[in-house]
């Protein structure tokens, strides 16, 4: 009996090890991420076949099943970038919004206490964090009010994100009839298993017509005093007119997944409430293609003038670092702007030697002083891209993210506006490295295509 079980496990072990090498093939990644899969599966399978079912599959399961947006009539592209992205299956540009960008924690905070007390109908809110402190717990208790005057409130938290959270806040929360989901990492029921992904889109939306949304969550870090020093640098966005129905859209298709109920539809406002050109970009499992990764790659490739990067974590794939590197050679202005020193240790080590090499190859590296910098923008000539991303593969290829394309002059204007500020706080080039880091470097950096 006891042969008979051996031969069975290893038969079972056999055939995962084949389907895990078989999925690794099939798969969009680097060779570099598939040779580090391959040879882990083999080397370690018993560990490496668990890991590879855990963290490594992109864009399966009935979880993930692909986001559809309504298919309505458009105008012509407004630019190449408009038309790529529609052939990627993302929702066409739309004219006639209004955005405001928030750059400072006051301004973001004044606006998201406002957007939730004026509610009059509904509130959607997705987050990747919620921290368990002064400034959620005024939130939460804005949320609450609503909810108390009549206001429908649907509250989606990641759930690796918002581990640490205000919980018996939320429990008041829902006492109060709000309804609030965790995204799920785990969820064996429904076979769909993915310890790697996340949901880190973050959007407020009230009454369908009104938007917050970029890259802050909510939280002292985000939306503490101005001049605090656990406050951080970064951005976040006032949104109205027809970009917002393709945000619903998108909250509607999570909140669709994780309650496994139908959809709702969503109803659409096309009456002009200013002059911005927005496309919004998402990106992650729910997508059939990595739209905002393969416009980013394109965006940087065509760009004849300026490339300018906000992140606070550079963990660039194969494709953008070769883009990046070569637009710095060919004479490009490439900067790129990191904190200089991140909340992450180990991902700052491992961003070094993608830093040096794009100083090596002539971009402008700007290390921004404390606070930490959190801000995910580009702007690539006239194009903008702002959102909820961040320049590193996590963000780029497994995220559920919301990328954001402004197109007309005075919404790049004002982000070319804040760069500019920014800069004013950052000190010019990398700081100097001996062996032992450069090796802590490269061996860290061996961690980012596995994912």
Not at 69 to 94: G, I, K, V, Y
Not at 301 to 309: C, D, E, F, G, V
Not at 316 to 334: E, K, N, S, Y
Not at 367 to 377: G, T, V
Request: glycine share 6%.
């Amino acid at each position: 009996m006891g042969a008979i079980l051996t031969y069975a496990f290893a038969a079972i072990g056999v055939g995962l090890t084949g389907i895990a090498l078989i999925w690794v093939l099939q798969q969009r990644r680097s060779p570099q991420s598939a040779l580090a899969w391959i040879l882990f599966i083999l080397t370690v399978p018993w560990v490496g076949v668990p890991a590879f079912f855990a963290f490594g599959v992109r864009k399966r399961g009935a979880m993930y099943a692909p986001a559809v947006f309504q298919n309505r009539a458009a105008p012509p592209p407004l630019n190449p970038l408009d038309d790529q992205l529609r052939r990627l299956d993302c929702p066409a540009a739309t004219t006639g919004n209004s955005i405001t960008a928030e750059t400072r924690a006051s301004e973001a905070r004044a606006t998201l206490t406002a957007l939730v007390d004026e509610a009059e109908h509904s509130l959607c809110i997705l987050l990747y964090q919620l921290e368990p402190d002064a400034a959620s717990e005024a939130f939460i208790e804005a949320l609450r009010r609503a909810a108390l005057r009549g206001v429908e409130v649907r509250l989606v938290l990641d759930q690796v994100g918002a581990f640490w959270r205000p919980r018996r806040a939320l429990r008041r929360l829902r006492d109060a009839g709000v309804e609030i989901r965790l995204f799920p990492v785990f969820s064996v029921f429904r076979g769909t298993a993915r310890l790697n992904l996340r949901n880190h889109r973050k959007l407020v939306l009230a009454d369908g017509k009104r938007l917050w949304t970029g890259g802050r969550n909510v939280g002292a870090s985000y939306l503490g005093p101005d001049d605090a020093p656990g406050t951080w640098h970064d951005l976040s966005f006032m949104v109205e007119g027809p970009v917002v129905a393709r945000y619903a859209e998108m909250f509607e298709a999570d909140w669709s997944k994780i309650t496994e109920t139908p959809t709702r539809p969503v109803v659409f406002d096309d009456t002009p409430v200013g002059k911005a050109q927005l496309q919004l970009v998402p990106s992650g499992a729910d997508m059939e293609h990595d739209a905002l990764h393969d416009a980013i790659v394109h965006a940087i490739h065509t760009a004849t003038r300026r490339i300018w990067i906000s992140t606070p974590y550079l963990l660039p794939t194969d494709q953008i670092q070769h883009a990046l590197t070569t637009a710095a050679r060919l004479g490009r202005d490439v900067r790129i702007m990191l904190p200089q020193r991140s909340n992450q240790r180990v991902t700052d080590f491992a961003a070094g030697s993608y830093v040096r090499d794009l100083d090596e190859a002539g971009a402008r590296i700007l290390r921004h002083a404390p606070p930490m910098l959190h801000a995910k923008a580009i702007l690539l000539d006239d194009i903008a891209i702002v959102g909820s991303a961040n320049l590193d593969v996590r963000s780029m290829l497994i995220n559920f993210e919301s990328g954001l394309v402004l197109s007309d002059s005075a919404s790049v204007a004002a982000i070319e506006t804040w760069f500019e500020e920014e800069f004013g706080h950052c000190a010019e080039g990398v700081e100097p490295a001996g062996l032992l880091r450069r090796l802590a470097e490269a061996t860290f950096r061996l961690g980012a295509p596995v994912l």
